[in-house]
């Protein structure tokens, strides 16, 4: 968790500067005093609580370095696992918040200090998986004696019986006379003092219920009996889910139904222990409870027989069921270490130490298991994401194709559109020759556009409309899918976002979302409208021709007859060119030549002209359309797609940050976990 040291000690620094260096020697002795006095007040303060519990220096620093991080994993783990119990939202019962902060709680109070730990006892916990796991006959055998009263073990057998109606489980405690409360069960068992310890046990009947799972969490030593002809190996392994079972924990026995250790079925097992197990290590044991039970009523039969006796020796060895002592035995000693001296709540305290340290690593086990599935739930939503843009981008790499077709020698749909209505116009065109100009001058722009608006790519224009009907569909199709994904998480999602389904609501209900069949046409029409102005002055170059071609005409024809006129003499003699009436004549004719021949070339011009501008509207006509197509798919057609996509990737890159934060915590905690034991042992 992030401190506020770093300011202090920056603010501590701005302010010292201006100190003196004498001044800076007494306040980093005043520290170091401070430091030293602190240090000497917690030393102290541990060998009291140490004295006043009877606990080793070493085992109060033990049990104190446990609080610390089981007071950090309780801080943390609401910020990792779900507070929901089985059943609810499919959230299992070992991933639930409630189920750690009520297991961390109960190992709190083993660990804390105060006079009631004098009654305190090691707990273990014995738990058949079915009726057929012979988990009674395994406690019987363990804690009857084969010489104690025949009370002693009526007391023993008859132990449920004597539990109230509905009780699933049943405590065991070494005592003489009869527990003042009616769930405990006390006999005289020297198993129950075998360990140099009080010890309890609690045996359990198979059931779903959380109080049995947290009961076997909080055990000191979990005994698990299993049979696998009724339940199968891989059920449990590698990890217990209903019930929730701590198998992989170090204190935990595992005990398998089996004839015995060396029967060909007990191999078979033992493979299968070996294929499914999280851990090399798992401390698996094979006994046969119902032949100890048997042994036991041999020798009750007849104590004084030698074959009894040796038939019970004969099936207290073969069932096996020693081995489990010997667990018991060497869990407990792992726990208490050399502390021979250490009275009875010390060493009680020594071993729940060592339950905490397997809690808190139980814990953090499972805030990774929940951290690694959450990153799996990023990685599924990020592989859903992705394919859903790995479609729109195929789309969008496909649609120039499908729309204009592929490149062929005479170019597209579009080059071929605007080729063919060039051919078109060009019958048009070429009617327009310059003789014509007289009657026709007038009809020049009418001419043209009427032309124009004939063969202005109507084809492609139908090819378009179909296109956009396509493209509309298309569209429908993402809106699906994209709500479809977005709309798939239910709510107790992190993926689950109001803000991105409005924004997508928002985006469809838009008027401007609608793909309507002009979508892909408007650049025909606005091309053709840019043939406007070329037209028009393709009709003011026509009517320029014509005034210079009449001009020239009547010009000739004007200096012909007045060479004629000064020739014969009419107006008396008044005009008189300089010329004679042939010269007149010639001059005339090729003024009127010359003046048809410029008007010619500059209608030809002029319709040369026109046909530049007619292919610079071609080529900005090919632009507009992809252009338009491009914005088409964009704006309408993966606009949902994209902004789900988009929106579920941030949100996927905001959760994949904020699990490597707690993954790095978790992993702070595993390793101060570890140091801390490897520092105490």
Request: charged share 20%; glycine share 6%.
């Amino acid at each position: 968790m992030p401190t506020c040291l770093a300011p202090s000690s920056g603010l501590i620094r701005a302010s010292a500067h201006h100190h003196s260096s004498y001044t800076r020697q007494l306040a980093r002795n005043a520290a170091q005093n401070a430091i030293s006095r602190w240090g000497a007040q917690t030393r102290v303060r541990r060998a009291t609580l140490a004295t006043a519990a009877a606990l080793p220096v070493k085992n109060e620093d033990r049990r104190a370095h446990i609080l610390t991080v089981l007071h950090k994993t309780t801080t943390l783990l609401p910020r990792i696992l779900p507070p929901a119990r089985t059943g609810i939202n499919g959230v299992a019962l070992q991933e639930s918040l409630q189920f750690w902060e009520e297991i961390l709680e109960r190992a709190h109070t083993d660990l804390s200090l105060s006079p009631e730990k004098g009654k305190d006892r090691v707990r273990v916990v014995v738990y058949g998986l079915d009726e057929h796991s012979r988990a009674s006959d395994l406690v019987t055998a363990l804690l009857e004696d084969p010489f104690v009263s025949d009370d002693q073990k009526r007391i023993l057998r008859a132990r449920w019986e004597t539990q109230p109606e509905g009780s699933r489980s049943v405590r065991l405690r070494y005592g003489t006379t009869a527990s003042e409360t009616s769930d405990i069960v006390q006999i005289q068992s020297s198993w129950l003092q075998h360990f140099g310890v009080p010890v309890e046990v609690s045996e359990y009947s198979p059931s779903s219920n959380p109080e049995t799972a947290m009961a076997l969490f909080a055990a000191d030593v979990p005994i698990i009996l299993c049979n696998p002809a009724t339940t199968p190996l891989p059920s449990i392994l590698p990890v217990s889910v209903n019930p929730p079972l701590p198998i992989s924990r170090e204190q935990t026995i595992l005990a398998i139904s089996s004839p015995s250790p060396t029967h060909p079925e007990t191999r078979v097992q033992a493979s299968a222990v070996k294929k499914f197990a999280l851990r090399d290590d798992l401390r698996v044991l094979y006994v046969d409870p119902a032949r100890a039970v048997h042994g036991l009523a041999q020798l009750g039969d007849g104590p004084s027989s030698p074959i009894s006796v040796q038939r019970y020796q004969d099936d207290v060895t073969g069932s096996n069921v020693a081995s489990i002592t010997h667990a018991v035995k060497d869990i407990l000693a792992g726990a208490l270490g050399g502390g021979s001296n250490l009275s009875d709540s010390s060493r009680v305290v020594a071993v729940h130490v060592q339950t905490g340290r397997a809690l808190v690593k139980d814990a953090l086990l499972t805030a990774r298991a929940v951290l690694r599935k959450v990153e799996l739930e990023a990685d599924a939503v990020l592989t859903g994401a992705s394919t859903l843009r790995g479609q729109v981008e195929e789309s969008k790499a496909k649609v120039h194709l499908a729309v204009f077709g592929p490149p062929g020698t005479d170019g597209d749909e579009i080059g071929k559109a605007v080729a063919q209505a060039k051919r078109n116009v060009q019958v048009t065109m070429d009617a327009l020759q310059w003789y014509k100009l007289f009657w026709r001058v007038d009809d020049i722009r009418e001419v043209v556009t009427a032309a124009v608006d004939r063969a202005w790519c109507r084809d492609l224009e139908r090819k378009l409309v179909f296109h956009a009907g396509r493209l509309a569909s298309l569209q429908a199709s993402f809106k699906e899918s994209a709500t479809a994904f977005c709309y798939s998480f239910p709510p107790s999602s992190a993926y689950h976002s109001p803000v991105l389904h409005n924004t997508l609501e928002r985006i469809i209900s838009a008027p401007s979302y609608a793909l309507s069949a002009t979508a892909l046409t408007a650049p025909l029409h606005t091309r053709q409208s840019q043939l406007g102005f070329p037209t028009s002055r393709l009709h003011a170059s026509a009517q320029r021709a014509v005034i210079t071609m009449s001009g020239s005409v009547l010009g000739g024809f004007g200096v012909a007859w007045v060479g004629w006129a000064g020739e014969l003499g009419l107006a008396g003699g008044l005009i008189d060119v300089g010329m004679s009436m042939e010269t007149a004549t010639g001059v005339g004719m090729l003024g009127a030549v010359l003046g048809v021949r410029w008007a010619v070339g500059r209608w030809e011009k002029a319709k040369t002209r026109w046909w530049k501008d007619w292919d610079r509207v071609g080529e900005g006509l090919e632009r507009d359309l992809k252009v338009t197509l491009d914005r088409t798919m964009d704006q309408h057609v993966v606009l949902v797609a994209e902004t789900a996509c988009t929106g579920l990737e941030t949100i996927v890159g905001k959760r994949k940050t904020e699990v490597q934060e707690l993954v790095d915590e978790v992993q702070s905690l595993e390793a101060e976990l570890s140091e801390g034991n490897s520092h105490n042992s």
